[in-house]
């Protein structure tokens, strides 16, 4: 996640309250709260989801183009914002450039394999669109698994089957 500690460059400083530092991090702090609608064990932060946060906003990207759970996603950010005192902070929608797998928080990697999705392995994105590289099943650890779906239950992920314990779960599709 990046975070902006400046004001935007366009408020001439000394006409403009001071933006401390401080307020930056705790709206960062609030958003690590927010959990993903489809998958509350990680949050929205945890996902890579938050792109950046300044004084007046919060960039984010959904993690598929079209991803159902966006305006969730946004609500729940907003409902948050707003209760800690922060109704002045926008949320921006932004596309380009695309979600990776790889803004995927080694926090939020662990918290998904709890919750019985596989994550792709970090910098796999682009090499692996297909997933071919067979994904190692949360429940067992075991690597003897196959793509059953590429249609999982929600768009980000594909359906998987491990070998070894006959266990189905969703792996997210690396991109």
């Given at each position: 996640?990046?975070?902006?500690k400046?004001p935007?460059?366009l ?11 401080d ?10 709260d ?14 890579g989801?938050?792109?950046d ?5 919060v960039?984010i ?5 079209g ?12 409902h948050?914002?707003d ?5 002045h902070?926008?949320?921006e ?5 695309p ?5 995927i928080s080694?926090?939020g ?7 019985g ?5 970090r ?19 075991s ?15 594909a359906?998987w ?15």
């Amino acid at each position: 996640m990046l975070v902006s500690k400046t004001p935007n460059p366009l408020v001439i400083p000394d006409r403009a309250p001071r933006i401390r530092n401080d307020e930056i991090d705790l709206i960062a702090e609030i958003l690590r709260d927010v959990p993903d609608p489809e998958i509350p064990a990680v949050s929205v932060v945890d996902l890579g989801i938050v792109r950046d946060i300044r004084a007046d906003s919060v960039a984010i990207t959904p993690t598929y183009t079209g991803c159902p759970a966006t305006i969730a996603i946004e609500q729940s950010i907003r409902h948050a914002l707003d209760a800690a005192g922060f109704a002045h902070v926008r949320i921006e929608t932004t596309l380009s450039p695309p979600w990776s797998t790889d803004w995927i928080s080694d926090d939020g990697r662990e918290k998904l394999r709890a919750y019985g999705i596989a994550p792709p392995p970090r910098g796999s994105g682009s090499s692996s669109l297909k997933n071919e590289t067979p994904a190692e099943c949360p429940r067992c650890g075991s690597t003897q698994t196959e793509e059953i779906s590429r249609f999982g239950s929600t768009p980000c992920k594909a359906l998987w089957r491990c070998r070894a314990c006959a266990e189905p779960f969703d792996r997210f599709k690396c991109h």
